[in-house]
Structures are given as C-alpha cells and as structure tokens.
C-alpha cells in the first residue's frame, strides 16, 4: 500500500478544510440542535412540574390508607367484599350466630326497610335474654362482627322469670355503603 | 533516537564534492557530479535520471531517500540554553543560533543534538543546557531537495561524516575520523559519542597524486598507481623510495592540519584508496597517536557515509544521529505550538460538551423513565375516590357508633350498693333513662353527681323521685352524654368516687 508522507502544507490544508466543514455544521445544524435539545428540556420540565403536583397531591393520601387499613381491621369491614343484595341475610345470621356463641337467647327479631334519608340499607330490631356479662359480650361484639351496624337504641330491663338475666331489646341500623358519595360526618 | 518506520524502504545518497553515490543495501550506483563556477550542479537532469532508473519503484512503496551531503560549509557550534520548559526550547534554541551563526535560522539548513545525546546535563531541569548545533547554508541542502523532488523521494539529509563516524561509534566514545576524498578530506572531532568539531581540510587523492607527479616530472595519471605500489614496492626500489618520501611529506602537512583541529589519542581514516597507501600507519607515526583504517568494502556507490548511514538503517530502522532541517524556525516552532493550542482547544471542547451535559443530559437520560413513572401513578390516581369513599364511610361508622358500654360501665359505678334498676335505655342520640329503686334519697343524689363528675354526660336530671317503703326512693332518671368523639371513658373510673364494681342483677327484695 503506498504510504504518502504529508507534507505541512497538505495538513494545514487538512485541518482547515476539518474546521470549515466543523463551522458549517455547527453553522447550519447547530441552532436547529439546540432547539430540539431545549425543548426536549423543556418536556423534561414539564414532567417534572407535574411529578411534584401529583407528589403533593398523593402526600395526604399516606396517612389516608394507613388510616382506612385501621379502621378497616378494628371493623373487620372490607367494604369491596360487601355483597348489597344478600348484606341483610349475612348480617342477621351473624347476628345470630353470635348471640348464640354469647350464651344470648335471642327472641323476635324484626326487619323493616331502613330510611333512604340516613342511608341505611335496613333496620332490624331484636329482642334477647341473657346473663349480664353475656349481653355485654354481644353489644361489644356487634361492631366487629364484619357488617356496617350501627346500635340505635338499647334497652334492659331485668328478666323475672330468670334470676341473673336480663332482657335485651335492640333496635339495629344496617348502613347502605353504594349510596355514599364521599365523605360526611355525623351531625 | 527517531525511528524510521520499518515498512518505508531506504536509499542511502551521499552527495559528495565530486560524485553521487547511490546505494539501496544490495547495490549501488556512482555518477560524477558537474559543478559550475559557484559550485551549482550542472548536470542536473543526468544525475535525477540516474537516481530515478536506480530508485525506480513503479507499484512499490515510494522509499525514503537518506542523503549525506559533503562537510564544505558545514559549521558546528556548541551553544549553552538556560533552563526552559520542552515546549519553549526550539523557540530558545532559534533564539541562539541566530546569535551565534553568521546566517539566521531560516537562511540555514541546521540541526542539533539533544541535550540527553549530548551527554550533558542530560537529565537535570533548571539547570542549563549544552546543545551542538551543526548548520549549512539552506539553498545547499535546498538544491539537493529540488533535485530529489522529480525523483519521488522522500529527502532525510545529514553530514556525511557524521554518518560515517557511526562505523566507529562502538568502539571510542571520543575519537576522530578522516575522510580522505578525492579533492579535499573532511575530519570529525567526537567526544563522547557528541561531535565538537568539524573540519574540511584542503588535501586529497588529486593533491597527492599531483604532488608524486611534479616529485616524478610525471602526469597525475601516471602517478596514481605508483602511490598505490609504494607501500609493497621493494626498499632497494629508489623511484618507490622516492614516492614514498614524497607520499610521507604531503601526508605530513595533513597531519599538521590535523593536529591545529584535533588533539585526540584514536583516529579512525577512511577513504576509497586508503588501505593501499597505509594512510593509517603513516598518521599514526606522524601525529603520535593510534590510527585504524576503516575498511570499505570494494563496490559501485559504497563509502564510509553510505555504510555509516546503512548500519543504522539497519539497527532497527534508527535515523541519522542529526538531520538538517529545511524548515524554518518558525515552522518548527509553530510544530510545538499547535501541540500546545490543540491542548487548549481540547480542554474548551471538553467544557462545552460539559456544560451541554449539564443542561441536556438529565432531559435525555431520564424523560422516558419519568414519562413512564407518571403515567403509571396517572392510572393509579382512579382509585383515590375510592378511598376517600371507603374511608369516609368507615370514618362515619366509628363516630356513630354510642358509647353504650362506656356509659353503663360508668354507671355500675356510680351507683351505690343495692340499687335495683327496673329499667335502662339509651339511643343513638345520647338518651339515656333510667327507672331504678335506691336505697335512700342520698344515694339519689350521689349517683347524681357522679354521674355528672365523670364527664361523659352533659346533663343529669331526675325526673321524678318518689319516696318508697323502708325509706326508700323510686326515681325516674333521664341523662344525655355528650356527642363528641370516643373518648376513653373508662380512665375516668379510676376515680375513689367511680372504683370499678361489676354490674349486679337487681335483687328481688319482695
């Protein structure tokens, strides 16, 4: 292969046509590739503006779960898992089952529609008999029972024909959950 | 020492007084040289016709051309340079050698020996340097350039003797060799392997021939092989003697020259015809000192420069010891600068393409993965509603639930032993009522009080107390408990009035 020695003219030559050709296209393409760098900056920017919003945003929601995962054991409620259509049946039965766990004989117990206004989905009343230490174990019980009850009104009286016993009446709210919009406090 | 590359072929070219010798390392060419009256070449286009059918390379690699030019007008001067960076020493030296030399720097063909070749002050910086600068008029070496460039050569030129001094390198670091050429001889001085004199001296073949030819009353060419017999003619010989005493006489006044040069103790001669005259044993006994011939092999275009240049060729491609440069000084100067400049240029190439990165480089390496990262939380964003649905609906459940347990533990413990309660109930509103048979009206209105101390009820009313048999009271009580968020009630028991007692059946006490 013939090696050609250059000569310092032909290297001068060289280098200026590599810097001509350098300047040309910084020239010619050096605006157009800083614009498409700022604005590809500029994207970055944005998204970056938008990650801190959505940051800010999420930030309350931290405690808001930690909060929803509390109550959601104290209650034992998964409220997803709560089926509308057979939630009153379930309840009932629950009901039931713990009263007679509790050693609570339970009596009449009444169903009627709940109140659309106070968003119930029914209201049950029952009535029982039991020891004291037993009725107070299915009060305790009722609100960890799994189910959205709320206690309207209790009502003891002493049992007569039963020494130690006494009579329980319970008059039971079953909240409807699909009605509620969002966030309300009790009055 | 630079080094050629070692795919370049070589042709070793020896400009000399009177002749051009070629050599390519297997054969070699001689071509006398025709000088006008200023000494230019005449025959110009003879000789580039020889060197190109010699040199010829048709497809080959275009060979380097290494040319030794006579010592005439050579001059060599030791010049001390102060301490200086690398980068500044060819400017320096430039500097000095127009101030030493008659000539200025781009009017001469020079070069120099390195400090480290020098053999001094080789390798201590900031102190100063010896540097031997060898310089010839520019448009000598210039012609031979012009001569060369139709030839397709690659031109490297250096001193002739200089070159052949490497024959002798091996064996004394200071030495001095003569080259006895046909019309003048050319001596070099070397100490410690770094030339410090060069000489050309006025006497040659023709001057000795000429010398025997008038000792004789016969023509030069006449004389010529009786120089060349005088050595082995016999002793009784009276014309050899007579040669010989006049051979003697002449190589006497060189000696002379020699001696106003060089003071050394080994001499090393060379010439082409050198051996046969026993120009070594005569100086060796005119000037006192130790005298080698250097042989040169008998063949077309050969010498001692030829060798000398050929056997560093041959170790390992090395260049000649000195090379005259034709640039000027600026040229080599501006050779450095750009070294220096490119840095430069280098390092704001380097900043720039920094600051770009700084600004861009973040966009570009993480705007996907952010993109993709947003757009994953965008999804995940639809269920926030939901939760707030969720917890709002638990939320409610936890505040609406009554404190039913709290407000009877409160009231087991407020109420006095013996109390019988025919009935208690209580709502979602915080109603409570209460129909019980107490032992005395005192009872009545402790339970009041404590009812009231133990902060769960805002208001505490009797609604009817009615006195019984044995001074007892049948009272009719109606309290509401405050709404506000659960509180733990229980911690309130643990008041002396409100100690902890279990809730007891009423007793029948008919």
Known sequence: ?187 | MKRLPLSTRNVWIEFGGSSLRVHDGTAGIEVPIQRLENGKIANRDELIGAIRSFAGNGWGMRPRAICAISARGVSLRRITLPPTTKDNFDQLLAFQVEKEFPLGPDELAWGCYAPNQNGHNSSHSGSPQEVTVIAVKKETVAEYADLLKPCELNPLFTVGVIAAAELCRQLHRSHALLDIGEIHSELICVEDGVPSGIRTIAWGYRMLRQCVADALNISPEAADPLVREATVAPAEDQRAQKVRQTVELAFARLAASIRQTWKGQHLYVTGTGTPQIGAAHLLSRLLGVTSEPIHIPHGEGTSAAILGLKSLGERNGACPPLVLDLRNAASVARKRRPMAQWKWAAIAAALVIALLCLRYAEAFIRHDSLSQRLAQVNAERERLPRIDRELAFLQFLETNQPPYLNALVILANASAPGTRIQSLSMNRRGDLSIRATMQNSQQATDLRSKLIESGLFSTVVFDEQTPGPNRQVNVRLSARWRLTKSVNLLEKTNTPALKPAALQPPTRTR
């Open chain 1, 1 to 187: 292969m013939m090696m050609r020695n250059l000569s310092e003219r032909d290297r001068r030559t060289l280098r200026l046509g590599v810097i001509g050709i350098i300047g040309y296209l910084v020239l010619f393409y050096g605006a157009t590739g800083l614009k498409s760098l700022e604005t590809r900056r500029a994207e970055y920017d944005q998204l970056t503006q938008q990650a801190r919003r959505v940051r800010q945003e999420l930030l309350p929601y931290e405690n808001k779960v930690l909060l929803l995962e509390k109550l959601q054991q104290t209650f034992r409620i998964d409220v997803t898992k709560l089926n509308r259509p057979s939630l009153v049946a379930e309840a009932s039965a629950a009901i039931q089952k713990a009263a007679q766990a509790g050693g609570v004989q339970l009596g009449p117990i009444r169903e009627s529609p709940g109140s659309a206004s106070a968003k119930e989905l029914a209201a049950m009343q029952l009535e029982g008999v039991g020891q004291v230490t037993s009725v107070m174990q299915l009060l305790h019980q009722l609100q960890n029972l799994g189910f959205p009850l709320v206690i309207e009104s209790v009502q003891l009286t002493p049992e007569s024909r039963k020494p130690g016993h006494i009579k329980v009446t319970l008059q039971l709210a079953i909240l409807n959950f699909e009605q509620w919009k969002g966030a309300r406090r009790n009055a």
